[in-house]
C-alpha cells in the first residue's frame, strides 16, 4: 500500500515495523529516553519500544520540553526511524527537526486504523508519501 499526498514535516528516509497508537504520546512524561520505552502504564504501547519503528500517533501533548525528549531519544539511539502524525504538533515537529527524523502528516481524511502494528514500512518525506509491505 502506498499513502500519497502527505504533508512533509521534517525530510528524509526512516524505515521499520509500524509502531500505532490512537493514543496522543508525552515524550517527557511518558517515554524513558534511555531504554526508548513508554512508561506509562496506562498507554497502549506501554512497554514498547520506539527504536527504530514507524511512529505513527494522532500527536504528541505536554510541554515543548518533550522535543528535548524527542532529541534525548536519538542522542541515545532509541529514536524510532520516522514518525507519521494525524496532525503534526509544534513539540513533534521541533523534536524530530533537533534530531534529523522524518516526520509526515498523513493525508486528510486518513485515519491511522488503516495502519496495522508491526507491518514493514517506510516514510520517504520528501516524496510525500508512505509506502506499507503488507505480508
Do not use: W
Request: with cysteine.
Amino acid at each position: 500500500m502506498i499513502i500519497s499526498n502527505c504533508r512533509r514535516i521534517v525530510g528524509g528516509t526512516g524505515e521499520g515495523k509500524t509502531l500505532v497508537t490512537m493514543q496522543p504520546i508525552n515524550f517527557l512524561a511518558m517515554v524513558n529516553a534511555k531504554t526508548g520505552t513508554i512508561t506509562d502504564p496506562l498507554h497502549e504501547l506501554h512497554d514498547k519500544s520506539l527504536k527504530g519503528s514507524v511512529l505513527i500517533l494522532p500527536y504528541a501533548i505536554g510541554s515543548s520540553v518533550g522535543a528535548y525528549a524527542i532529541y534525548s531519544l536519538k542522542e541515545y539511539g532509541n529514536a524510532p526511524s520516522a514518525v507519521v502524525c494525524s496532525k503534526v504538533d509544534i513539540t513533534t515537529a521541533s523534536g524530530c527537526a533537533l534530531a534529523e527524523i522524518p516526520v509526515v502528516d498523513l493525508p486528510d481524511g486518513t485515519p491511522i486504523s488503516i495502519l496495522k502494528q508491526g507491518l514493514k514500512a517506510r516514510v520517504e518525506a520528501d516524496a510525500r508519501r508512505i509506502v506499507v509491505e503488507f505480508s
